[in-house]
Nanobody
C-alpha cells in the first residue's frame, strides 16, 4: 500500500519559516520524482516545486528564492523549506510521487500565514 504522509503545516506569521515533510512508503522512493503542490481556497491546485530522482529541481516563480525542496532517499522523505512566507502562501500543501505515468498523492497539510 502506497502512503504519502505530509506533516509540518500550521500557522505562521508573514516573514516566518516553516518546514514541511512528506514521508513515503510502499514504493521504491529513490526512483520516483517528487513534487510539492498547493491549493488555496477557490483556486486550482498549482505546482510549488519538484525534485527528480536525479535531484534536478524546479520551482514556481512565486516561490523562487524563498522555498527550497530537498529529499532524503535514506529516509524516504521529501521536504519543503518555506522561508519569508507571504499571505499568498496560505493553502493546503500536497506532496506527489510520480514516475513513468504513475502518480500518488498525499492527503495534504494546511499552511496558514497570518499578517
Amino acid at each position: 500500500q502506497v502512503q504519502l504522509v505530509e506533516s509540518g503545516g500550521g500557522l505562521v506569521q508573514v516573514g516566518g519559516s516553516l518546514r514541511l515533510s512528506c514521508a513515503v512508503s510502499g514504493i521504491r522512493f529513490s526512483i520516483y520524482h517528487m513534487g510539492w503542490y498547493r491549493q488555496a481556497p477557490g483556486k486550482q491546485r498549482e505546482l510549488v516545486a519538484t525534485i527528480t530522482s536525479g535531484e534536478d529541481i524546479n520551482y514556481a516563480e512565486s516561490v523562487k528564492g524563498r522555498f527550497s525542496i530537498s529529499r532524503d532517499n535514506a529516509k524516504n522523505t521529501v521536504y519543503l523549506q518555506m522561508n519569508r512566507v507571504e499571505s499568498e502562501d496560505t493553502a493546503v500543501y500536497y506532496c506527489k510521487a510520480f514516475f513513468s505515468g504513475i502518480g500518488y498523492w498525499g492527503q495534504g497539510t494546511q499552511v496558514t500565514v497570518s499578517s
